[in-house]
């Protein structure tokens, strides 16, 4: 499956976590891009940013809001309304070019892995 928003393309892959070790053994870009499938919420959209969004950061257990994060990250307000998030209300699941949330990561506990793929 896919999906395409402000002209972007991505692709919806859900696999077993057995698969998915195999095809991030080819792809070592796709850790970044996949989110246990699992802890995903049933109201979850493909969107862009609104006010009060929250992410909460990878390598850290500090929750931020998006805004904060994108001005840590020094993403030029121009784009960062281009920034294409897999979110559930405010909760951001995934922000285009920055990863996936730490609430949503793939772990030693997940069972199905669904990845996203941008498709030229």
Not at 51 to 57: A, K, P
Not at 67 to 88: G, M, N, T, V, W
Request: hydrophobic residues 35%.
């Amino acid at each position: 499956d896919f999906i395409t928003i402000n002209n972007k393309k991505i692709s919806l892959l859900k696999m077993n976590i057995d698969e998915f070790n195999k095809y991030k053994k080819i792809n070592n870009l796709v850790f970044n891009n996949s989110l246990d499938y699992d802890t995903i919420p049933f109201n979850r959209v493909f969107r862009t940013r609104k006010s009060g969004d929250v992410f909460t950061l990878p390598k850290r257990n500090v929750t931020k809001s998006l805004k904060k994060y994108f001005i840590e990250l020094k993403i030029p307000q121009e784009k960062r309304d281009e920034i294409i998030l897999f979110a559930s209300g405010s909760d951001i699941m995934w922000a285009e070019g920055i990863g996936v949330s730490k609430k949503y990561r793939v772990s030693e506990n997940t069972k199905t892995v669904l990845v996203l793929e941008f498709q030229k």
